[in-house]
């Protein structure tokens, strides 16, 4: 990986010294690419499967809540 540096060299001139920097690629990409966007889709993931858990433990609730309703009125139609 190659940066390109300008820098104002004092001569008003206008030409700019251009350096060319060789950066190492582990340091430069490591701790972006490699440890924040697996951290941040892995909590991504976390926070959907957590969404899922409690949106299907309130319906199978709220299912099995109608049904003891509905067994209980049909069990006690002469009420």
């Known amino acids: 990986m190659l940066k390109i540096i300008k820098k104002y060299d004092g001569s008003g ?16 990409m490591l701790p972006i690419r490699m440890v924040l966007m697996p951290l941040i ?8 499967t957590i969404t899922m858990i409690m ?3 309130y319906i199978a ?9 509905h067994r209980y009125i049909n069990n006690n139609s002469e009420l």
Request: glycine residues 6%; without cysteine.
């Open 41 to 48: 889709l892995l909590l991504l993931l976390i926070m959907i």
């Open 55 to 57: 949106m299907m433990r």
């Open 13 to 28: 001139d206008g030409g700019d010294v251009i350096k060319i920097v060789r950066i190492r690629m582990i340091m430069h």
């Open 61 to 69: 609730a709220d299912n099995r809540s109608d049904n003891k309703i």
